[in-house]
């Protein structure tokens, strides 16, 4: 049973700026927990409300249940306290109740189910797929929701669960959010941005807050003022804000998104933090042009400081 103080507080960082973490590994290919602590312990610094482990950026599904377990653990010890730590599960239902489970005993403060990959996942059974795993625990939970085939009338079932206490939405499409949430009215569901910085501002237009990001682990102060000029409705810094992040996000897109985790990784790398290749199916490195651009984004960034 989630006590009221704890959604409460699940619910208030989620309004603000839920940064995923990358998964640092070793030469032989191991986890490097030393990088990993140190990774989630300066994004705690800069004050990011929620530190997602486990996540799509940390590469959730070239890991093995065993090192998502180990993520976990490390993720709660280096926050300590500082931020919210929220624990992504997903696969097999078998396998997320299971790391349900492990999050638990690890000390997180929620869990985000990931939506299952599977190219024949029904809509409708997603959420059958979240009821069954709110069973196996006893953590405020946030769906992750990427299929835009999901309906209005499937959000207004997860909002039914008890345990859901908000909704991390992955579509590119505002207007579709917007008809979603109208089901929802009445629920205390949150809806949140799950694509990041660039979607966030029109995000917001429709009343979702909070947003994650893979950005924080390069540069968790760029988000956190991104989330402040949302917060005050400041749209021109905002858009500035947006503008300055675009083209390190537009590269986050390539080979059909298969970069994503790669460019965040690499820019660490240039900015001294090495953390490693990134595990197939991923793009391992990115090419010499790419990598030229990206030094010159984060030269950007810096003149712009």
Same mark, same amino acid.
């Given at each position: 049973?989630?006590?009221?103080?704890?959604?409460?507080r699940?619910?208030?960082?989620?309004?603000?700026?839920?940064g995923v973490?990358?998964?640092p590994?070793? +030469?032989?290919?191991?986890i490097?927990?030393?990088? !990993?602590? #140190?990774? &989630?312990? =300066? *994004?705690?610094?800069?004050?990011?409300?929620?530190?997602v482990?486990?996540?799509?950026?940390?590469e959730?599904?070239?890991?093995?249940?065993?090192?998502?377990?180990?993520a976990?653990?490390?993720a709660?010890?280096?926050?300590?306290?500082?931020?919210?730590?929220?624990?992504?599960?997903?696969r097999?239902l078998?396998?997320?109740?299971?790391?349900?489970?492990?999050?638990?005993e690890?000390?997180?403060?929620?869990?985000?189910?990931?939506?299952? +990959?599977?190219?024949?996942?029904s809509?409708?059974? !997603?959420? #059958?797929? &979240?009821? =069954? *795993?709110?069973?196996?625990?006893?953590l405020?939970?946030?769906?992750?929701?990427?299929?835009?085939?999901?309906?209005?009338?499937?959000?207004?079932?997860?909002?039914?669960?008890?345990?859901?206490?908000?909704?991390?939405?992955?579509?590119?499409?505002?207007l579709?959010?917007?008809?979603?949430?109208?089901?929802?009215?009445?629920?205390s569901?949150?809806?949140?941005?799950?694509?990041a910085?660039?979607?966030?501002?029109?995000?917001?237009a429709?009343?979702?807050?909070?947003?994650?990001?893979?950005?924080?682990?390069?540069?968790?102060?760029?988000?956190?003022?991104?989330?402040?000029?949302?917060?005050?409705?400041?749209?021109?810094?905002?858009?500035?804000?947006?503008?300055?992040i675009?083209?390190f996000?537009?590269?986050?897109t390539?080979?059909?998104?298969?970069?994503?985790?790669?460019?965040v990784?690499?820019?660490?790398?240039?900015?001294?933090?090495?953390?490693?290749f990134?595990?197939?199916?991923?793009?391992?490195?990115?090419?010499?042009?790419?990598?030229?651009?990206?030094?010159?984004?984060?030269?950007?960034?810096?003149?712009?400081?």
């Open positions: 049973m989630i006590t009221t103080a704890s959604r409460s699940v619910e208030q960082a989620l309004e603000g700026v839920s973490h990358v998964t590994y070793l +030469p032989n290919g191991r490097n927990d030393a990088l !990993l602590r #140190q990774v &989630v312990n =300066d *994004i705690a610094h800069a004050g990011v409300h929620n530190i482990s486990g996540g799509n950026t940390g959730f599904y070239s890991l093995t249940p065993d090192e998502i377990t180990h976990y653990r490390i709660v010890d280096a926050a300590a306290g500082r931020s919210l730590v929220t624990a992504g599960v997903g097999s078998h396998e997320a109740m299971r790391l349900s489970q492990a999050a638990e690890a000390g997180v403060d929620a869990i985000m189910i990931h939506q299952p +990959p599977d190219p024949f996942a809509p409708r059974m !997603l959420v #059958q797929y &979240v009821r =069954d *795993i709110s069973r196996e625990t006893g405020p939970i946030i769906a992750y929701a990427r299929n835009a085939g999901l309906t209005p009338s499937d959000f207004a079932r997860l909002a039914e669960i008890e345990s859901v206490v908000a909704i991390k939405y992955a579509v590119p499409d505002p579709r959010m917007a008809e979603c949430m109208r089901a929802t009215q009445g629920s569901l949150k809806w949140i941005c799950g694509l910085e660039s979607w966030a501002l029109p995000f917001y429709y009343g979702a807050r909070g947003f994650t990001s893979g950005l924080v682990n390069i540069n968790a102060a760029l988000s956190m003022r991104f989330h402040q000029a949302l917060e005050n409705s400041d749209w021109k810094q905002a858009r500035q804000l947006v503008a300055a675009a083209d996000e537009d590269m986050r390539l080979e059909q998104n298969g970069t994503n985790v790669t460019v990784k690499e820019a660490m790398r240039l900015v001294g933090q090495d953390v490693g990134v595990r197939p199916p991923g793009v391992d490195r990115l090419n010499t042009p790419q990598v030229e651009r990206l030094a010159s984004i984060l030269e950007e960034w810096k003149q712009q400081h």
